[in-house]
């Protein structure tokens, strides 16, 4: 397939069209694909590949030698498919959870009684009015008065040190709780076949065009096309919100989508989709994990298009 961008439909970006040559597919058109279920995904690869053999011809894979881990044919398909990484979100700084501690009603009770009692503590009534009540108890009064901001000052101190208190523990806990999700996820691995051989790889070096060997209790990593399944039955809860547990097969539903559990039976799946990209990477995008990184690669293809466009009006 000859790398000319006049062949190309519009809406691929920069990097799809850049590697359209290396690959019979583009990462939109698996995206797209992986949207489809059941009898509808069954007939889009018949009408477009042919069958699940297609798709790993058009990815340059073999369904049983998988990938040949060759580091240049690895970059080439981060480069056109993404990595398998979702960038998690941005952590809230300190001043955000000191903010979000503050919202607490019964502080915010306390916060406003404390201001009162500021505010009438420091409020003296004319002398007029001293004189016509008499000076009975008038030394009693003035050291009253003169104390009175201690109880204002006492409540906003209080306050003061329940939201830093409750703020730290925030901070530290997410500290905490994503120093464990970074360890969980460079040790979790997975099974695929690279030069005919069965190997474990951290689920972050998965690409697509991989074969995956699936089996009962694996949590899947990307998603991914059926190529040969036993009894394979799927919990898609995670996703669709259905507890009912699917039946894969290539006849009827080969589609296999990350974030599911993996509940009976094995088998074995081309990757067709990682990272942003996935279903798992889609869901996380919109509820805005991945907004940075995604904005990143829109810049990039901004400027690629940009480029692009500069020199073909310099050669006209």
């Known amino acids: 397939m000859a790398n000319n961008s006049a062949d190309h439909p519009p809406g691929n970006s920069v990097a799809e069209v850049d590697h359209e040559g290396d690959f019979g597919c ?3 058109q698996l995206r797209e694909l992986m949207e489809l279920r ?7 690869i018949a009408e477009c590949y042919g069958d699940v053999q297609g798709i790993c011809r058009r990815l340059k894979t073999s369904p049983i030698e998988g990938l040949s881990g060759n580091p240049a044919d690895i970059e080439k398909r981060h480069t056109s498919f993404g990595k398998n990484f979702i960038p998690p979100k941005k952590p809230k700084t300190f001043l955000q959870l000191v903010w979000e501690a503050l919202q607490d009603v019964t502080l915010i009770i306390l916060e406003v009684a404390a201001i009162i009692s500021l505010a009438l503590s420091f409020y003296h009534p004319p002398e007029g009015d001293n004189a016509a009540c008499g000076e009975v108890g008038g030394v009693e009064d003035e ?3 003169q104390a009175g901001w201690i109880e204002g000052a006492a409540i906003l101190f ?19 709780f994503r120093g464990l999700q970074s360890r969980i996820e460079q040790e979790q691995k997975f099974t695929v076949i690279r030069k005919g051989q069965v190997i474990q790889i951290p689920v972050a070096e998965i690409v697509v065009g991989d074969i995956a060997q699936i ?8 998603d991914g096309i059926l190529i040969q ?9 995670s996703l669709t919100g259905e507890s009912d547990q699917v039946r894969k097969s290539l006849e009827k539903d080969p589609m296999l989508l990350s ?4 509940m009976e039976g094995s088998g074995r799946m ?16 919109l509820l805005g994990a991945g907004e940075d990184e995604e904005k990143k690669v829109k810049k990039g293809e901004n400027l690629k298009h940009f480029h692009s466009h500069l020199d073909n009006s310099l050669f006209e």
């Open 215 to 222: 089996k009962y209790g694996d949590l899947l990593p990307a």
């Open 38 to 44: 059941s009898g509808e995904a069954v007939s889009k």
């Open 259 to 262: 974030g599911t559990h993996v």
């Open 229 to 237: 399944g036993n009894d394979l039955k799927i919990d898609e809860s």
């Open 26 to 28: 583009t990462m939109m």
């Open 270 to 285: 081309v990757v067709s989709a990682v990272g942003l990209n996935s279903q798992t990477g889609i869901i996380f995008t």
């Open 158 to 176: 209080s306050v003061i040190i329940v939201v830093l208190v409750t703020a730290f523990n925030d901070w530290s806990k997410e500290k905490q």
């Open 143 to 145: 050291g009253e008065s």
